[in-house]
């Protein structure tokens, strides 16, 4: 135990505590209380459902998974009852859905919100956990469920000045709601997915915007557009097959997956390929609808950058500012798309500064200074410059497991995982989306990992296990078994935040399972079947 944190040596409260109220915490305390009838309290420090939708508020917040699937396939009914009218979903509606979900399962009355964890220590003599809040209560639960979020730890870049800027400053991770943009100097600092989607849809109401850009990115439309009354029905009556087809993919997408090769066609009919893919629209669909070898191939790689680049180059008027937009590294980060982001570029009112020609070297009370002694002048700083993904939120937690270990010691080398939902010395523990999970559409890779949890804890359950947990060896094992995976892939060739590349000081390591959501699930099946080999079950102690 860390010796100033004092917990009281109450009774067991809850059967589970779950940590989080986004999709993660939203469907494992519906599963655990709902389904398999154990008393579950969840807590979150916001003050109501939604987790990354809750907080991620800016402008243009959208996710780039169809909205057919991005979503939870557990209830059939729920599927049917569910209307949408456009293929990608924004936030507000996002937050909806998840709103509507809590009420209909009625999960609120086990929900506590405006109550942050401060600590969470694994009591290895009466096997359980105790849960200490922000607030100072104290609760005990045998099982610990934490959907902490891949996303949702701050990161602001270190930044001499920042504090002493008397604008407005945000951070898209937590946007107020009702800011006014309307002839206001806005400045942006970051060009990832989040700021791609800000930039594009502030531009059109700021009095100016300057996008400050660290490195170009590749990105295609969205394509968001309209869906018919007609295609909603035709999405509802083939759900089974289109759930069949997540389940079994690659990507856990809705669009089928390329099995051609980029070099098994001609060059005209590559060109008509990436056309199609880029009016259809789609990040991930361009990568892994085209061809099946863009990821993991350097020369088929370059063929579908070199589209991209021409398209910046035809979008963009002003060559300049073209030729800073337009990459030249590998085309293997997250797959990007827009609403038309490079076409802002093409307003008077807005300006793109190359931070890695000119850096940002200080802020200022009333703007940004870069190297070459410009100010730019400003009433506005957002910085869309991410999070530590992954395992931030993990550290940033007193979490314990044996021997009083903390999480923060026991990754120090870097994040490990197995399966994304457990880690070595940290009994009645599970994880939603923690290292080694897939890299993939989200929502469905949480449903595979809730139910594989429920699961683990259904089985301890009836079998009275004191506590059940990964051992270090088959930790080690599917690490190396992710190593492997990632070897192949041209995602580990470039900096990214998938490898923490984009948290200073932060030691580089691979944190996703890149075997796809079908090979994830064929793993998880064959881990039941064979009765979790190399999983460590403890067996309550005999009583008199």
């Not at 040596?9 to 109220?21: H, K, L």
């Not at 694994?122 to 099982?143: N, S």
């Not at 100016?208 to 999405?235: A, D």
């Not at 270990?405 to 457990?422: I, L, N, P, R, Y």
Request: hydrophobic residues 40%.
């Amino acid at each position: 135990m860390n010796e100033s944190t004092t917990f009281p040596a109450t009774a067991p409260e809850f059967d589970a505590i779950v940590i989080g109220a986004g999709f993660g915490g939203i469907y494992a305390l519906h599963k655990l209380r709902n389904e398999q009838g154990l008393n579950v309290r969840l807590f979150d420090k916001a003050s109501d459902v939604g987790g990354t939708w809750y907080w991620n508020r800016y402008p243009g917040a959208l996710s780039d998974s169809e909205t057919e699937v991005y979503c939870y396939s557990f209830d059939k009914e729920l599927l049917q009852e569910r209307d949408f009218d456009s293929s990608y979903v924004n936030q507000p509606k996002i937050l909806g859905y998840l709103n509507h979900v809590t009420d209909r399962y009625d999960l609120r009355r086990s929900m506590q919100f405006n109550t942050g964890i401060s600590a969470s220590h694994f009591d290895e003599a009466r096997k359980l956990w105790v849960v200490k809040t922000e607030q100072g209560a104290t609760h005990t639960a045998r099982f610990l469920i934490t959907a902490l979020g891949l996303l949702s730890v701050i990161n602001y870049p270190n930044i001499p000045g920042r504090d002493t800027f008397a604008g407005e400053m945000f951070h898209t991770g937590k946007f107020p709601q009702d800011v006014s943009f309307t002839g206001k100097r806005v400045g942006v600092i970051g060009t990832g997915s989040t700021g791609l989607q800000v930039n594009t849809a502030i531009a059109p109401l700021v009095g100016h915007l300057t996008v400050f850009q660290r490195s170009p990115q590749y990105s295609v439309p969205v394509g968001n557009r309209p869906i018919s009354k007609e295609r909603l029905t035709e999405i509802k009556q083939n759900y089974d097959q289109i759930w069949e087809h997540v389940f079994s993919s690659m990507t856990g997408f809705a669009f089928p997956e390329s099995n051609i090769p980029t070099f098994s066609v001609s060059p005209e009919e590559r060109e008509a390929i990436y056309e199609k893919a880029w009016q259809k629209g789609g990040g991930f669909n361009y990568m892994f609808g085209t061809f099946n070898d863009i990821a993991v191939d350097a020369a088929a790689n370059e063929e579908a950058s070199s589209f991209i680049r021409r398209k910046i180059a035809q979008i963009v008027k002003d060559p300049e500012t073209a030729r800073k937009l337009t990459p030249t590294d590998l085309y293997a980060r997250r797959p990007l798309c827009d609403s038309g982001y490079y076409e802002i570029f093409n307003r008077s009112n807005v300006a793109l500064v190359d931070c890695k020609a000119t850096p940002i070297t200080e802020i200022r009370p009333n703007g940004i200074v870069t190297a070459d002694g410009t100010l730019h002048e400003l009433d506005m700083i957002i910085f869309a410059t991410g999070f530590d993904a992954v395992d931030g939120n993990y550290k940033v937690m007193d979490l314990r497991g044996r021997n009083g270990v903390s999480m923060k010691e026991h990754w120090q080398d870097g994040a490990t995982g197995f399966m994304g939902t457990m880690t070595a010395g940290f009994p009645n523990m599970f994880m939603v989306l923690g290292p080694h999970g897939p890299f993939s559409n989200l929502p469905p890779a949480i449903e595979m990992q809730v139910n594989q949890i429920a699961d683990l804890v259904a089985k301890a359950t009836r079998d009275g296990l004191a506590s059940v947990e990964v051992s270090a060896a088959k930790e080690a094992e599917w690490v190396a078994h992710c190593d492997q995976l990632a070897a192949g892939s041209l995602f580990s060739k470039v900096d990214s935040w998938i490898f923490g590349a984009n948290i200073a000081g932060k030691k580089q390591t691979l944190v996703f399972y890149f075997g796809g959501v079908g090979g994830y699930g064929k793993e998880a099946a064959a881990l039941i079947s064979n009765g979790y080999p190399g999983l460590i079950m403890e067996p309550a102690a005999a009583t008199a």
